[in-house]
């Protein structure tokens, strides 16, 4: 089982930007890592991905263009940092490792506790 501790989130003014911080310990082999976020009564969405290699990045096209993923295999960390936010990007912030299909469709073999992001109008 991998274990993931997030860290980075709060609340910040519309345009700001935050950087969230995710890292893997446990019994680690062969994973990569990613982003989902919630919304009270919506499901929860992927946000981006990586291979922990870094050699490849996916992002939903709601966050293309603001959000950087980024992985430090050497740490077993990811982190996401969230420029230009926008109140919509509101929400709990979940890292998640698995492999990647899993990561595309919301099933990944481990979540972490979630951190809130508000961002404010």
């Known amino acids: 089982q991998v274990q993931l501790v997030e860290s980075g989130g709060g609340l910040v003014q519309a345009g700001g930007s935050l950087r969230l911080s995710c890292a893997a310990s446990?019994?680690?082999?062969?994973?990569?890592m990613g982003w989902f976020r919630q919304v009270p009564g919506k499901d929860r969405e992927f946000v981006a991905a990586?291979?922990?290699?870094?050699?490849?990045?996916y992002y939903a096209d709601s966050v293309k263009g603001r959000f950087t993923i980024t992985a430090d295999s050497a740490k077993n960390t990811v982190y996401l940092q969230m420029n230009t936010l926008k109140p919509e990007d509101t929400a709990v912030y979940y890292c998640?490792?698995?492999?990647?299909?899993?990561?595309?469709?919301?099933?990944?073999?481990?979540w972490g506790q979630g951190t809130q992001v508000t961002v404010t109008s």
């Open positions: 998640a490792a698995g492999r990647l299909r899993t990561l595309f469709i919301g099933t990944p073999g481990s």
């Open positions: 446990g019994i680690i082999s062969s994973y990569e």
């Open positions: 990586v291979t922990m290699s870094g050699a490849s990045t």
